[in-house]
C-alpha cells in the first residue's frame, strides 16, 4: 500500500497566487472570497466542511456537513440535538471546523464555540429542507444500531405520513448551531510545499494577523 500511495500525486497545481499582505481585517471576508471562488471553479459541494467535536470521554469525533450560512455571528450547520453531534455540543461546545477545496490547493481552519441559534432560524431551516430530509430528521434515531432495511422503510414512511398531513411539521430535536470562531486559519497550498499560511485570531480589539511558517 506504501507504493500506491506514493504513486498518487497531491498538491500538482497550478495554484492561485496569495500575498498575506493584501487580506482583509478580519477573516470572514477572506473565506467568502475563497469560498466564491471555489464555486467559480466548479470545486464540488464547496460547502462541505468537517465539524470536529469531543465526546464524553474527551475522544475526539469527526464528521462531514454542509455550511449553511454565515454571517457577523459565525459559521451556521444544522443537525438534531438528539444524535452525537448535538449530545457532544451540549457537554463540550468547543469545535472545529476544516474546509478543503483540493482544486485550488486551498485549506481552512476554524476553531470556536458552537452555540444553537434561535427557534424561528430552526423552523426556517427545517422547512426549507426537502421532504426526504425531514423525514430522516423526523425519526430522531441518528446514529442508534439499525435491525433491517424494512424497520427503516416503515418508520420513514410513517414521517412521510406525518409530513403530509403537517406540512409545517418541525422536528423538535432540530438545531441549527452557530460557530463563533476565535481563531481561523487560511493555508494557500504551493506543489513545492512552500505553503502560505495566515492565521487570524480573535482578541480584545480585535483581530489580529499572523503569518505561519508552512
Not at 472545529?96 to 464555540?113: D, S
Not at 444500531?145 to 411539521?169: F, K
Not at 463563533?180 to 494557500?188: D, I, L, N, R, T
Request: charged fraction near 30%; include cysteine.
Amino acid at each position: 500500500m506504501r507504493d500506491e500511495l506514493r504513486l498518487l500525486k497531491s498538491l500538482t497545481g497550478p495554484f492561485p497566487a496569495f500575498d498575506a499582505d493584501l487580506t482583509p481585517n478580519e477573516p470572514r471576508e477572506l473565506f467568502l472570497h475563497w469560498l466564491r471562488d471555489a464555486i467559480e471553479a466548479g470545486v464540488k459541494e464547496p460547502h462541505a466542511m468537517v465539524l470536529s467535536t469531543v465526546d464524553e470521554n474527551g475522544g475526539p469525533d469527526a464528521r462531514v456537513v454542509i455550511l449553511k450560512n454565515l454571517d457577523q455571528r459565525g459559521w451556521h450547520f444544522a443537525t438534531t440535538d438528539s444524535g452525537p453531534k448535538g449530545r457532544q455540543i451540549a457537554l463540550n461546545p468547543a469545535v472545529a471546523l476544516t474546509f478543503y477545496w483540493p482544486a485550488l490547493g486551498r485549506q481552512v481552519r476554524l476553531r470556536g464555540m458552537a452555540l444553537q441559534a434561535e427557534i424561528h432560524e430552526r423552523d426556517a431551516d427545517f422547512r426549507a429542507r426537502s421532504r426526504g430530509a425531514k423525514a430522516v430528521a423526523l425519526l430522531a434515531r441518528q446514529s442508534e444500531v439499525l435491525g433491517s432495511t424494512q424497520e427503516l422503510e416503515d418508520a420513514l414512511n410513517r414521517q412521510h405520513h406525518r409530513l403530509q398531513e403537517e406540512p409545517d411539521l418541525v422536528a423538535p430535536s432540530w438545531a441549527v448551531f452557530i460557530v463563533m470562531p476565535h481563531e481561523v486559519e487560511f493555508c494557500q497550498g504551493d506543489s513545492d510545499r512552500r505553503h502560505y499560511r495566515l492565521r487570524y485570531s480573535r482578541k480584545k480589539l480585535g483581530w489580529v494577523r499572523e503569518r505561519l511558517w508552512p
